[in-house]
């Protein structure tokens, strides 16, 4: 199985190509969002790609609606770079085992992503691919994380998944491409990062361990 990640991973990345695909529209509303005093804060989100039901699986967590931007939203587990994070590998890792309790040790990082800004929270997020040999016994934090989601690539690569929604935020219009599992819809900057990761992973087509 992470061989063939890493297979993926080797091509060259398609970055903003791909985050296109899933971008809202507009990403910000003009004169309300997107305009901060400080530099973007440097964050990182972890892809956990995960045997299961002898296919490729990710673990995604729906934040409690706590959250002042993302609250309620399907997310990567993953958050800010913290003082004692010396790069964003360390703040992936961490963060995965602070919300969905997969110990650091138990993961074999195979790649990075392409950086994506959100001009609404201003935060840089860096994301990480990892693997684990077997399926983790899942904690999820109980201040975080409302629950978890493990979603196969099967199922998230599949067009027949892929839809919009229109939202409304300070009485603008968003739409919003995304995938739609069930009764799940990912969108925004997790749905954008998962997009580089289709296109990849296309490239070398699989969904079978």
């Not at 990182?44 to 045997?51: C, M």
Request: aromatic residues 8%; contains cysteine; charged residues 20%.
């Amino acid at each position: 199985m992470t061989e063939k990640i890493w297979t993926a991973l080797y091509h060259i990345l398609p970055g903003e190509k791909a985050h296109r695909l899933m971008a809202p529209q507009p990403k910000f509303i003009e004169g309300i969002e997107g305009i901060h005093d400080t530099s973007p804060v440097n964050s990182a989100v972890l892809i956990l790609v995960v045997p299961y039901e002898n296919e490729l699986a990710i673990p995604f967590i729906r934040r409690t609606k706590a959250g002042k931007y993302h609250g309620g939203q399907i997310a990567l587990p993953g958050g800010k770079m913290e003082k004692e994070d010396k790069n964003t590998l360390q703040t992936a890792l961490r963060e995965c085992h602070e919300e969905i309790g997969v110990p650091e040790n138990s993961v074999s990082v195979v790649g990075v992503l392409s950086d994506i800004y959100i001009p609404l929270s201003n935060y840089n997020i860096t994301p990480i691919v990892g693997t684990t040999l077997k399926l983790p016994e899942f904690i999820p934090s109980v201040d975080e994380v409302e629950n978890i989601l493990l979603i196969k690539l099967s199922e998230l690569f599949n067009d027949a998944n892929k839809t919009t929604h229109t939202f409304t935020r300070h009485d603008h219009s968003i739409v919003a491409p995304g995938y739609k599992i069930g009764d799940n819809f990912i969108w925004g900057a997790t749905a954008m990062i998962i997009a580089e990761l289709e296109q990849l992973m296309k490239i070398n087509t699989f969904g079978k361990l």
